[in-house]
């Protein structure tokens, strides 16, 4: 149900000339769903599931 989700969201991106922001409940709070919509440049407001955990990478270390 997510990968059809996905699909769903990334083809409206086709045809919208403006950023996408998805809004979703915390069922879609998954790297399925969240990991393809960030590759392709969509933004996604949830409210997370109590397991998910996030991070944003950190500068490179020399």
Not at 29 to 55: M, N, Q
Request: aromatic share 12%; net charge positive.
């Amino acid at each position: 149900m997510l990968e059809k989700a996905v699909g769903m969201v990334e083809t409206i991106k086709k045809y919208c000339s403006k950023t996408v922001t998805v809004v979703v409940d915390a069922f879609f709070s998954k790297k399925t769903f969240f990991g393809p919509l960030f590759e392709e440049g969509i933004y996604v407001l949830s409210r997370c599931r109590h397991d998910v955990v996030a991070w944003d990478p950190g500068p490179a270390t020399r």
